[in-house]
């Protein structure tokens, strides 16, 4: 059974640019988290999506990021215009259910905006 | 206020011995997970054990053990015979029952080095 993959697992973008990170969950798991890493920092929770529905996207910065997680294929997170503000680590998890237990974390998309 | 709070930024350990890495965590909530992941200097989140609010002992995996001290709101993770591999970033994370969202809250982490 396949982890948790996401690619590219480094992206570097000029500022200005569009981000486009994937994440294919595990088999079998319908919900998707996305958390970002900035350096030195603990990982942030951005967005929580289920297929075709985002349920909680109080992490997200309110203007360039969206997430998508369609019925068939990978989840997106998608920033448009990058600034280096933006370079950090990008963590996808996912899980089987809501259930108060373990999220399986991807290697993470290392995003670098020059 | 602070969901988990890690107050260790930076720990050593002479190898062979025990290090007991700090948590503390703030939840209303009687319902929540407590979990300790690794992360080397590779960058991966490598999941090492977790604590469920209702167990009655505390969670052990191997040479990982969780103090848990729910009057207390601590979750240390006791690491015993530390090894060179250990040298890693160590984050402790809550999930609580009722948050529809089910997010994880992070600590700030701990970085551990082993010391030959």
């Known amino acids: 059974n396949a982890g948790v993959m996401q690619n590219p697992r480094h992206l570097v973008r000029r500022r200005g640019q569009e981000a486009r990170l994937r994440c294919s969950p595990m088999?079998?798991?319908?919900?998707v988290y996305w958390y970002r890493q900035l350096p030195e920092e603990g990982l942030k929770f951005m967005v929580y999506?289920?297929?075709?529905?985002?349920?909680?996207e109080s992490g997200m910065p309110k203007e360039r990021f969206s997430a998508e997680f369609p019925k068939e294929g990978p989840s997106i997170l998608r920033i448009q215009q990058v600034v280096r503000g933006d370079s950090a680590a990008y963590f996808c998890a996912s899980s089987p259910g809501q259930k108060v237990g373990e999220q399986y974390f991807g290697p993470g998309t290392r995003l670098t905006v020059t | 206020a602070q969901k988990i709070t890690q107050t260790q930024p930076g720990m050593f350990v002479q190898e062979k011995e025990a290090v007991t890495l700090d948590c503390t965590y703030d939840?209303?909530?009687?319902?929540?997970?407590l979990f300790w992941y690794k992360q080397p200097s590779s960058g991966e989140m490598i999941f090492l054990i977790y604590?469920?609010?209702?167990?009655?002992q505390n969670a052990t995996e191997g040479r990982y053990s969780l103090n848990f001290q729910k009057a207390r709101k601590s979750a240390n993770l006791v690491i015993s015979a530390s090894q060179l591999g250990d040298s890693a970033m160590y984050f402790c994370a809550m999930r609580e029952g009722s948050n529809t969202g089910n997010q994880f809250y992070f600590g700030t982490g701990t970085s551990l080095t082993v010391i030959p």
């Open positions: 604590q469920g609010s209702y167990d009655q």
């Open positions: 088999k079998g798991h319908s919900h």
């Open positions: 999506l289920q297929k075709e529905n985002i349920i909680d």
């Open positions: 939840t209303s909530d009687p319902s929540y997970g």
